[in-house]
């Protein structure tokens, strides 16, 4: 794979201390299934065609189709699930043009505004689109008011999208009964970023799993890198990366077998203590999957019954 480039080709540099994805991530000793997708991905730029949002709070260097495209064929990935990025704010054009390129062989979540117009929402449905994304983490957007929000859900909702929900554990008290109320259903990223210094059978994280069976929502066991707070990371060979994330994602997987995704996060955006090999991370899904039975479910049929229901009957 070649490295990202350090520059964005915007008059703006790239945030300082911002970390460019592993230019050659390992080989993952994990062989994945046929069929395998990352159900959560990005794409950045390059800013020279797709210029970043004037509103964003991080300016990222290019991470392209091209290199994601690389990556995947490196880790043995045949499918994914490309999520906008918040840098490109609700111009999906990048997002669309790696939707088109990838030959049917990528969907995407989108973000809009309540003025998308019917013939926008068309496009982006037929490039691959099949969700939106709603970030409720403070420090990379400013959230949008929750009337525009379900506005837009109520929009969704007949093309068959659903929506993603991008949110820290400590918000969920507040969140749980919007959540709930949106007539689309309901993607959690990252688990809920839970904090991973409590119990896992403690009550924060038994009030998400509650959450999660209450509205048959479905979850992601993606980014341990983000997580973890004793590690170890994923790199210079580290098999046995980010055990305090490990019995967390082995819950959700135990509890919700069939409605589990997965997803590489790359390029890894906002990461500031490491960069994790991409390899590792695919072996690390063996720690929390531990059976080739689980990680067919979360890899292959899972996210084909969400993105590709006309190839699964």
């Not at 490295?3 to 994945?32: D, I, K, N, Q």
């Not at 959540?179 to 990252?190: E, N, S």
């Not at 819950?251 to 960069?275: A, Y």
Request: charged fraction near 25%; include cysteine.
């Amino acid at each position: 794979m070649r490295p990202a480039t350090a520059r964005s080709a915007e008059t703006s540099t790239v945030t300082p201390g911002w970390l460019a994805p592993h230019p050659e991530p390992s080989v993952p000793r994990l062989a994945l299934p046929a069929g395998a997708v990352d159900a959560h991905c990005h794409v950045f730029g390059p800013a020279e065609r797709f210029p970043f949002a004037p509103e964003r709070r991080y300016t990222p260097c290019d991470a392209g189709r091209e290199q994601l495209t690389a990556l995947h064929r490196r880790l043995g990935i045949d499918r994914s699930v490309i999520v906008q990025a918040t840098c490109h704010g609700a111009d999906n054009s990048a997002l669309v043009d790696a939707l088109h390129a990838s030959g049917n062989r990528s969907r995407g979540i989108a973000t809009v505004r309540t003025d998308v117009t019917d013939a926008e929402l068309t496009r982006l449905h037929e490039a691959g689109v099949r969700g939106v994304r709603f970030n409720f983490v403070k420090r990379l957007v400013d959230s949008a008011p929750r009337d525009e929000m379900t506005a837009i859900a109520h929009r969704i909702a007949p093309l068959g999208w659903h929506v993603v929900g991008y949110f820290e554990a400590a918000d969920l008290p507040d969140l749980e009964d919007f959540l709930a109320g949106l007539p689309a259903p309901l993607v959690i990223d990252h688990m809920g970023r839970p904090d991973v210094r409590l119990p896992v059978d403690g009550p924060d994280f038994a009030r998400f799993l509650s959450f999660v069976d209450r509205n048959r929502a479905w979850v992601k066991i993606s980014c341990p890198e983000r997580l973890s707070v004793t590690g170890p990371a994923a790199r210079d060979g580290e098999r046995a990366a980010y055990t305090d994330v490990v019995p967390f994602a082995r819950r959700v997987v135990d509890e919700f077998g069939d409605r589990v995704l997965w997803g590489t996060d790359w390029p890894h955006p906002n990461l500031t203590d490491h960069m994790p090999d991409d390899g590792l991370l695919v072996d690390h899904l063996g720690h929390v999957a531990p059976t080739e039975a689980q990680r067919r479910r979360v890899l292959v049929d899972n996210p084909a019954r969400l993105y590709w229901p006309d190839e699964t009957g």
